[in-house]
């Protein structure tokens, strides 16, 4: 996949970055902390053969999606749930 945008992000004063990347009519949008991902959550979209890449307004839907997950801690409420078998 390549790289088609970094997005910068500041949450609780750690530092986040967005990366948005695509290969052919895949892309995918995943929240990095440190470099790595920031939790297990990706955003995928798989639009069908001879689409354009959509518009602004669809990456950020998803990019807000992204941002919610590290705001509620959703990766780790999941992972305790699993631990915990709540």
């Known amino acids: 996949m390549k790289l088609h945008k970094k997005i910068p992000w500041e949450y609780q004063k750690q530092l986040y970055e967005i990366r948005i990347l695509h290969d052919r009519n ?13 939790n297990g959550f990706r955003y995928q979209i798989q639009l069908p ?31 305790k749930s699993k631990v915990t078998g709540e």
Request: positive net charge; charged residues 35%.
């Open 26 to 38: 895949l892309i995918n949008i995943v929240m990095f902390r440190n470099n790595y991902p920031a």
């Open 49 to 79: 053969k001879k689409t354009h890449i959509p518009n602004r307004d669809v990456y950020e839907h998803l990019i807000e999606y992204a941002k919610n997950d590290v705001i509620e801690r959703r990766w780790e409420k999941l992972k």
